[in-house]
Nanobody
Framework: QAQLVESGGGLVQAGGSLRLSCTAS????????MGWYRQLPGKPARDPVA????????DYDDSVKGRFTISRDNAKNTVYLQMNSLKPEDTAVYYC??????????????WGQGTQVTVST
């Protein structure tokens, strides 16, 4: 499995923006689709946010369409999540994931440690 390291979380006011980054290392040859899930406060499960294939095909959850943009740099094995017009309900731990399958939507087999995003009112 690849190792994934996220960065870019933090505290932001409602309406603001944040950009998350995630870089894959180690067995990165098996890194195909990449993306993000999030775990909302008090919920045990992670929910899909956005995913992207190596060719740039994307998939978004309806709750973030028009506000979040996923992109990637294949040469750097890095995926980004630009989050605009943030809402308090976007507050969550965001997990980067990767899959050996180059398709979206997809469930990821490798995960990062997570990064906290907090949106204040």
């Amino acid at each position: 499995q690849a190792q994934l390291v996220e960065s870019g979380g933090g505290l932001v006011q409602a309406g603001g923006s944040l950009r998350l980054s995630c870089t894959a290392s180690g067995n990165s040859g098996n890194v195909k689709a990449m993306g993000w899930y999030r775990q909302l406060p008090g919920k045990p499960a992670r929910d899909p946010v956005a995913a992207i294939t190596t060719g740039g095909r994307t998939d978004y959850d309806d709750s973030v369409k028009g506000r979040f943009t996923i992109s990637r740099d294949n040469a750097k094995n890095t995926v980004y999540l630009q989050m605009n017009s943030l809402k308090p309900e976007d507050t969550a731990v965001y997990y980067c994931g990767s899959s050996i399958y180059d398709q979206v939507p997809v469930f990821f087999g490798s995960w990062g440690q997570g990064t906290q995003v907090t949106v204040s009112t």
